[in-house]
Nanobody, 115 residues
Framework: QVQLVESGGGLVDAGGSLRLSCAASGYTFRSYAVSWSRQAPGKERELVGSIYTTSTISLDSVKGRFTMSRDNDKQTVYLQMNSLKPEDTAVYYC??????????WGQGTQVTVSS
């Protein structure tokens, strides 16, 4: 069964850092890209970026502050978030699209950045 589990969220002061993890199982992990998205209350979901062999941050507001990496042996993708701002407060999700075109999403992890 395909499963994605996010962890690492929490409450952090503005200017602080967090590293989110996405543990994947149930498919050939290294064969597919993993993406991070986020959604704040009352706002539309935003794609943060994706990583396959290389990573791309798609969201301009976090470029230079967020980076992605992956460990294929551990079947885990990471989102390193530095210099956090209150506007980064959101639920962060990892997700994949497999060969069937079906998308799988994790449950999300809450990130709250205080002023």
């Amino acid at each position: 069964q395909v499963q994605l589990v996010e962890s690492g969220g929490g409450l952090v002061d503005a200017g602080g850092s967090l590293r989110l993890s996405c543990a994947a199982s149930g498919y050939t992990f290294r064969s597919y890209a993993v993406s991070w998205s986020r959604q704040a209350p009352g706002k539309e979901r935003e794609l943060v970026g994706s990583i396959y062999t290389t990573s791309t941050i798609s969201l301009d507001s976090v470029k230079g502050r967020f980076t992605m990496s992956r460990d294929n042996d551990k079947q885990t993708v990471y989102l390193q978030m530095n210099s956090l701002k209150p506007e980064d407060t959101a639920v962060y999700y990892c997700h994949v699209q497999l060969w069937t075109r079906r998308e799988y999403w994790g449950q999300g992890t809450q990130v709250t950045v205080s002023s």
